[in-house]
C-alpha cells in the first residue's frame, strides 16, 4: 500500500506562484507515473500534468503547458508541481497521484492505483 501526501496548497494572487508538494511512502506499489490532477468547483477532475519516474518523461494539459513545472526527486520519494503565472481558473482541489505500469494516457484517472488527499490552491485576482 502507498500512503501520498500534498502539501503546497494555499491562497495567491493571480500572477503568483505556489510549488506544490507529494510525499510518497508505503511498500509494494508501483511509481512508475505520477500525476497531478484537480477538480473545480462543479467541475470534474482532470489530469494537470504527470512524469513517468523511470523515462522523466512529462506530460502537461495545455491549459498549464509553458506555466507549470512537473518534478521527482526519487530519493526523497517527492513530486512538485511549480506553478507560476497563476490564473483565476487553477482555482482548484489539487491531487497527486500514482500508478504502475499499464495501459492508458497519463490523463485517465483509471491509470493511477493511489490518490492523495488534496491540497487547495485559490487564486484571486
Known amino acids: 500500500q502507498a500512503q501520498l501526501v500534498e502539501s503546497g496548497g494555499g491562497s495567491v494572487q493571480a500572477g503568483g506562484s505556489l510549488r506544490l508538494s507529494c510525499v510518497t511512502s508505503g511498500s509494494g506499489y508501483s511509481t512508475y507515473v505520477m500525476g497531478w490532477f484537480r477538480q473545480a468547483p462543479g467541475k470534474e477532475r482532470g489530469g494537470v500534468a504527470a512524469?513517468?519516474?523511470?523515462?522523466?518523461?512529462?506530460y502537461y494539459s495545455d491549459s498549464v503547458r509553458g506555466r507549470f513545472t512537473i518534478s521527482r526527486d526519487n530519493a526523497k520519494k517527492t513530486m512538485y508541481l511549480q506553478m507560476n503565472s497563476l490564473k483565476l481558473e487553477d482555482t482548484a482541489m489539487y491531487y497527486c497521484a500514482a500508478g504502475g505500469p499499464g495501459f492508458g494516457t497519463w490523463n485517465l484517472e483509471k491509470r493511477y492505483d493511489y490518490w492523495g488527499q488534496g491540497t487547495q490552491v485559490t487564486v484571486s485576482s
Open positions: 512524469v513517468y519516474t523511470a523515462s522523466g518523461g512529462t
